[in-house]
């Protein structure tokens, strides 16, 4: 099917995020917030980041003002009625996401193909919620604008008419879009975060510090960030819950949460967001 007007619930960093790329490649976007506020919060964020890249000359100013022209913040589900791909990027939680779809099979259209940007969860059990051949995971990497990857995800009720048209949306966006299975984790998260797990483990174990780690991975792999930088910038909680989720569904013990990761939780270090993670950040 030929996708004109996108939806996407949620006003976070993805939502938002994803509304940008979306406008950009020229879809109409609707995007839904629960809350005015919220929505006009998002819409402002989105003309920032519109003006930094003009300010950096990506940009000019009539194009700005055409992205921003095809974005429209709205709080009531019903106006994307019309929309012919949804994409929900709320809380990873299961429970709220299920509901969410029962809903939006309710008020979208029937040709209507609807996506969940989980990184993790299990999107049969969404798609069982409503419409189960339309249902597929399209999952945006953050921050979405620059990271070129897509997961486009497949569970055993998706058609392939609804692979194809969620693979198409993806190249339209100039993003390089790659098929997995629905399982946990996907293809990144299953590979990323039992290295980053382990990481913890060697830590508490008292294998190498904290700085050595890092250090071993950036000048002996050539990665950017060493793996308890990395925690630290994704949230030690969100990676907790993927770490988690992967177990519960592989019981592989190579899954099983680091205790210093649960404990550095539970004390609310959680990284980045706090200030305090492996790193302090002032």
Same mark, same amino acid.
């Given at each position: 099917?030929t ?6 619930? #949620?006003? #976070?960093?993805m939502?938002? #995020? ?10 109409e ?6 809350q005015?506020s ?17 300010d ?25 009625a ?6 929900? %990027? ?8 299920? !509901? ?21 969860l299990?999107v049969v059990?969404m ?6 051949d339309?249902?597929?995971?399209? !999952? ?18 998706t %058609? ?5 048209t ?7 966006? #100039? ?10 984790g ?7 975060f039992?290295?980053?797990?382990n ?6 174990a ?7 780690i890092?250090a071993?991975?950036?000048g ?14 994704v949230?030690l909680?969100? %990676?907790l819950?993927?770490i988690?989720a ?9 899954y ?19 200030? !305090?993670?492996f790193?302090?950040?002032?």
């Amino acid at each position: 099917m030929t996708v004109k007007r996108v939806g996407i619930v #949620g006003s #976070g960093i993805m939502g938002s #995020g994803i509304a940008e790329v979306a406008a950009k490649a020229g879809f109409e976007v609707s995007l839904r917030s629960r809350q005015q506020s919220s929505a006009d919060k998002m819409m402002a964020g989105l003309e920032k980041s519109l003006g930094k890249q003009v300010d950096k000359g990506k940009l000019d100013a009539a194009e700005r003002d055409a992205v921003v022209g095809r974005v429209r913040a709205v709080t009531d589900l019903g106006e994307l009625a019309e929309c012919d791909l949804v994409i929900e %990027s709320i809380v990873e939680d299961l429970a709220v996401k299920k !509901h969410l779809f029962n809903e939006l099979d309710r008020v979208c259209n029937d040709a209507a193909v609807l996506a969940t940007n989980t990184s993790t969860l299990p999107v049969v059990e969404m798609a069982m919620e409503s419409r189960p051949d339309r249902v597929c995971g399209i !999952h945006f990497f953050n921050p979405a604008p620059m990271m070129p990857l897509v997961e486009v995800v497949h569970c055993i009720t998706t %058609s392939d008419e609804t692979v194809e048209t969620a693979r198409t949306f993806a190249e339209s966006c #100039g993003k390089n879009p790659v098929l997995v299975r629905d399982q946990a984790g996907f293809i990144v998260n299953a590979l990323l975060f039992p290295y980053l797990n382990n990481a913890v483990k060697l830590l508490d174990a008292g294998v190498a510090s904290r700085d050595d780690i890092d250090a071993a991975m950036k000048g002996g792999c050539n990665f950017p960030m060493g793996p308890l930088e990395l925690l630290d910038l994704v949230g030690l909680d969100t %990676s907790l819950a993927i770490i988690e989720a992967l177990y519960a569904e592989f019981r592989d013990p190579n899954y099983a949460p680091a205790p210093l990761l649960r404990r550095m939780v539970s004390a609310e270090r959680l990284g980045r967001k706090t200030r !305090h993670g492996f790193y302090d950040y002032g």
